[in-house]
């Protein structure tokens, strides 16, 4: 079987053995970042790329992106920047998540920006940079309300006092995160900006320089809290356009950039109350057309929504019947035909415009969009397509690779 993909920077054909894929349109993941610069201007992007930028490929995501000009990115742990920094990109990157003292000379010598969540934290960081004869670049992380990492809002002096006396650190940004922007009631996402003022205030009280970066905005944020854009948002699920819950205000529009299809690999026609599947949860009254497709939760597809979810067969949605196996399940296609090969879409848009939305599978497996497109694992390939007329910037033949 023959796709076009982007290889090495160049669009090809080329073979792929599995009939299971994930494609990526990136002329949409472009518009999206696009559409988020614009709708926050002048506040700028943080593209967050987390968890395999959220199912999409970090490192394809982030080489393609950082030719789109996207000013900064943000992961979870230091591995994921190391991969970034390894497939060239020099970006600025920023680390979310909590760390090791062991895991500090790693953020410096990649130059990585580190967040320090608490006045023990930033102490270590300076001791390390101090030692390497280096400057470390610090995001100073608050708890307004989050309940996570970060000082808490109540103590937050604690850490700004402490800054004067670690010379080895550059305090670039100070950040928190929002808890419930993506909910109707934005109460208590307007709580936590109103201490992240106080939090912003008290820091030039003290005499500290502003940061060149304040941030508080996520997704939900960015769509319905303008007030918390400050300057940079780190959009994360809109950046793959999707939006973060049903309650968020749709006031920035974007598309998803990711499609999940495989093809019809068996048909056969079941005799009248004939089981399918473990545990013999489907049978049907009449002999029943039921074909086969080779994905299941071992591809990270949902057990879950076993006789309950939907595909597109030929750009038609038919049931899933029976549960879903680790490497397959059936549908039933009624009095329809389908033949091996046929196209099946599990999540996106068929070419008939018939689609199965990714919020219909998040309550098919009674779950959230972002755990569907995180949990697409390392066994489905994943394509790179343009779809649109902006073609991106190739440049040295490295833009993508396949992964
Ligand atoms: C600290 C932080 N900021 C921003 C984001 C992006 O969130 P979203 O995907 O809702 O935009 C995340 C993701 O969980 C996060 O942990």
Request: aromatic share 8%; with cysteine.
């Given at each position: 079987?023959?796709?076009?993909g ?5 669009l ?10 994930a494609?990526?349109d990136l002329?949409?993941?472009a518009a ?13 992007v ?5 968890a ?8 394809p995501?982030?080489r ?21 920094r390894?497939?060239?990109i ?10 090791l ?5 790693q953020?410096l010598?990649?130059?990585l920006?580190?967040?320090a969540s608490s006045?023990?934290k ?5 001791r ?5 004869g280096?400057?470390a670049?610090?995001?100073l ?13 109540a103590?937050a ?6 800054v004067?006396d670690?010379t080895?650190c ?22 936590q ?6 939090i ?7 005499g500290n ?6 941030h ?7 769509c319905?809290?303008?007030?918390t ?20 205000k ?13 093809r ?29 497709v080779?994905?299941g939760?071992?591809?990270?597809y ?12 030929n750009g ?6 029976g ?18 090969g ?11 415009g ?5 919020e219909?599978l ?6 959230i ?5 995180t949990?697409?694992?390392g066994?489905?390939p994943r394509?790179?397509k ?6 991106p ?11």
């Amino acid at each position: 079987m023959h796709e076009t993909g982007i290889y090495d920077g160049a669009l090809v054909e080329r073979e792929i053995l599995r009939p299971t894929v994930a494609e990526i349109d990136l002329a949409q993941l472009a518009a999206n970042y696009r559409a988020i610069q614009q709708a926050v201007a002048p506040a700028r992007v943080m593209a967050t790329i987390k968890a395999n930028a959220y199912g999409h490929g970090l490192v394809p995501v982030g080489r393609y992106l950082a030719h789109q000009g996207v000013d900064y990115f943000a992961v979870a742990f230091v591995e994921e920047a190391q991969a970034l920094r390894a497939a060239g990109i020099k970006t600025p990157i920023l680390v979310f998540g909590g760390f090791l003292a062991e895991q500090i000379p790693q953020f410096l010598e990649h130059d990585l920006t580190i967040t320090a969540s608490s006045v023990e934290k930033l102490q270590q960081i300076d001791r390390v940079a101090a030692g390497l004869g280096r400057q470390a670049r610090i995001h100073l992380k608050f708890d307004t309300g989050m309940g996570r990492v970060g000082v808490q809002y109540a103590t937050a002096k604690t850490l700004l006092d402490a800054v004067a006396d670690c010379t080895h650190c550059e305090i670039e940004g100070i950040y928190s995160h929002l808890a419930t922007a993506d909910e109707a009631d934005l109460t208590h996402a307007r709580l936590q900006a109103a201490r992240f003022a106080d939090i912003l205030a008290y820091n030039q009280q003290c005499g500290n320089p502003t940061p060149r970066w304040r941030h508080l905005a996520n997704s939900a944020a960015i769509c319905q809290l303008p007030e918390t854009h400050y300057d940079i948002v780190r959009a994360g699920i809109l950046l793959y356009g999707v939006y973060p819950s049903p309650e968020v205000k749709r006031t920035v529009t974007v598309k998803p950039a990711l499609r999940w299809r495989s093809r019809v690999v068996y048909f056969k026609i079941q005799p009248a109350d004939h089981p399918v599947s473990y545990g013999s949860t489907w049978r049907h009254d009449q002999p029943a057309r039921i074909v086969t497709v080779p994905v299941g939760y071992g591809d990270g597809y949902f057990r879950a929504i076993s006789d309950r979810g939907k595909v597109l067969i030929n750009g038609r949605r038919y049931p899933i019947v029976g549960r879903v196996c680790m490497d397959q399940f059936m549908v039933h296609i009624g009095q329809d035909s389908a033949y091996n090969g046929d196209e099946v879409i599990l999540l996106g848009e068929s070419d008939t415009g018939e689609r199965i939305t990714i919020e219909e599978l998040s309550e098919w497996a009674g779950t959230i969009p972002y755990e569907i497109l995180t949990n697409i694992n390392g066994r489905v390939p994943r394509i790179y397509k343009e779809t649109s007329d902006n073609r991106p910037q190739t440049s040295e033949g490295d833009l993508l690779s396949e992964v």
